[in-house]
């Protein structure tokens, strides 16, 4: 049985309101009753929980999400997912405020992160850029003290705390053996659609997508891969010139956003020339575009549960408590046509 605030009054002698000034650090007690206190802690082995300290303090956490600024439904969606945690923050001790960065700039987001700082809040969570301003913006919030975590896109290297996102390399290999499996042997091109290099998960997708299909498919011939930005109208653009250049495309991976132009793009060919086509994120596009056949297969993560993890984790660095992994664990969902929910 654990030891509890009773059980060292009772050891060191003393009253539970002196126990708890010295467990808060409060002033009031004397040097002598204070080491007694201690060293009741110490023989009982009593571990505080800091978690339930805070809530009998009425502890209110400050968190800054930073946030891409982006027109694609995804980002949207992450936003609104924040928007909502902004809405519960009176019942999880929270306060919550939401900055705009430009997508993938790290320049900016450095300074946005630095600029962040100056509040010195409890934690902040943000989509990552890699680029080293923006781990040595990370560096300067942990010297602060500051709980950092990242989302969705990680930065590892840097010295951020944890990762609230999907395992992209899985990811990657998920949408090749997919691609692979719906074209059964047929030979043509293959055409990726990135937001940006810049970003990891971006990248992790491509690589675990490259290595499968150059594994196990290696009749189908692989383009470069096309970076629009996570921007819809981009991507229409690029998408459509792919098409005009290369009419043999029989599978396309889009690994980012901007999914709403590459459809628009691929309505406009006629229905025979339609490439097998593997997408991530159920967003209001995608799931037109599964349910009337456009889109094969669709990889989707859960941003309400990455932003709930993302406080979660953010919380429990705030108090010096570990992070229960499988709890934080984010899962890659496949939907089909069949199986939309």
């Given at each position: 049985?654990?030891?509890?605030?009773?059980d060292?009054?009772?050891?060191?002698?003393v009253?539970?309101a002196?126990?708890?000034?010295?467990l808060?650090?409060?002033?009031?007690?004397r040097r002598?009753?204070?080491e007694?206190?201690?060293?009741?802690?110490a023989v009982?082995?009593?571990?505080?929980?800091?978690a339930?300290?805070?809530?009998?303090k009425?502890?209110?956490y400050?968190f800054?999400?930073?946030?891409?600024?982006?027109?694609?439904?995804?980002?949207?969606?992450?936003?609104?997912?924040?928007e909502?945690?902004v809405?519960?923050?009176?019942?999880?001790?929270?306060?919550i405020r939401?900055?705009?960065?430009?997508p993938?700039?790290?320049q900016?987001?450095?300074t946005?992160?630095?600029?962040?700082?100056?509040d010195?809040?409890d934690?902040?969570?943000?989509?990552?850029?890699?680029?080293?301003e923006?781990?040595?913006?990370?560096?300067?919030?942990?010297e602060?003290?500051?709980?950092v975590?990242t989302?969705?896109?990680d930065?590892?290297?840097?010295?951020?705390?944890?990762?609230a996102g999907?395992?992209?390399h899985?990811?990657g290999?998920t949408?090749?053996?997919?691609?692979?499996?719906?074209l059964?042997?047929?030979?043509?091109?293959?055409?990726?659609?990135?937001?940006?290099?810049l970003v990891?998960?971006h990248?992790?997708r491509?690589?675990g997508?490259?290595?499968?299909?150059?594994?196990d498919?290696p009749?189908?011939?692989?383009?470069?891969?096309?970076?629009?930005?996570?921007?819809p109208?981009?991507?229409?653009?690029?998408?459509?010139?792919?098409?005009?250049?290369?009419?043999?495309?029989?599978?396309?991976?889009s690994?980012?956003?901007?999914?709403?132009?590459?459809?628009?793009?691929?309505?406009?060919?006629?229905?025979?020339?339609?490439?097998?086509?593997?997408?991530?994120?159920?967003?209001?596009?995608t799931?037109?575009?599964?349910a009337?056949?456009?889109v094969?297969?669709?990889?989707?993560?859960?941003?309400g549960?990455e932003v709930?993890?993302?406080?979660r984790?953010l919380k429990?660095?705030?108090?010096?408590?570990?992070?229960?992994?499988?709890?934080?664990?984010?899962?890659?969902?496949?939907?089909?046509k069949?199986n939309?929910?």
């Amino acid at each position: 049985m654990k030891p509890t605030v009773h059980d060292i009054a009772r050891s060191a002698g003393v009253s539970l309101a002196t126990v708890d000034r010295v467990l808060n650090g409060r002033p009031g007690v004397r040097r002598i009753t204070q080491e007694k206190v201690e060293e009741a802690i110490a023989v009982l082995g009593y571990v505080r929980d800091v978690a339930a300290a805070n809530l009998a303090k009425g502890r209110t956490y400050a968190f800054t999400f930073v946030l891409p600024e982006n027109d694609n439904s995804f980002m949207i969606g992450l936003r609104e997912e924040v928007e909502q945690a902004v809405g519960r923050s009176g019942a999880e001790r929270t306060r919550i405020r939401v900055v705009d960065v430009p997508p993938f700039d790290g320049q900016a987001l450095s300074t946005m992160l630095d600029g962040v700082l100056a509040d010195r809040p409890d934690g902040v969570a943000f989509v990552a850029v890699e680029s080293t301003e923006v781990q040595a913006a990370v560096a300067r919030l942990r010297e602060a003290g500051i709980a950092v975590v990242t989302l969705v896109s990680d930065l590892p290297g840097s010295q951020r705390h944890h990762f609230a996102g999907v395992d992209n390399h899985a990811a990657g290999r998920t949408a090749a053996n997919l691609l692979g499996r719906f074209l059964s042997g047929r030979d043509g091109r293959v055409a990726m659609v990135a937001g940006s290099m810049l970003v990891r998960d971006h990248r992790e997708r491509l690589e675990g997508f490259l290595s499968v299909l150059s594994e196990d498919f290696p009749r189908l011939a692989i383009l470069p891969v096309i970076e629009a930005r996570d921007d819809p109208a981009i991507a229409e653009d690029l998408v459509t010139g792919l098409f005009r250049r290369y009419p043999d495309v029989s599978g396309l991976y889009s690994l980012g956003a901007g999914n709403r132009g590459i459809l628009k793009a691929v309505r406009s060919l006629p229905e025979a020339r339609r490439p097998v086509i593997i997408a991530h994120e159920l967003t209001r596009s995608t799931r037109a575009a599964l349910a009337d056949g456009v889109v094969d297969a669709v990889l989707n993560q859960d941003a309400g549960h990455e932003v709930r993890s993302a406080i979660r984790v953010l919380k429990a660095k705030a108090d010096g408590l570990p992070v229960i992994a499988a709890q934080e664990r984010i899962r890659i969902d496949i939907f089909l046509k069949d199986n939309l929910p």
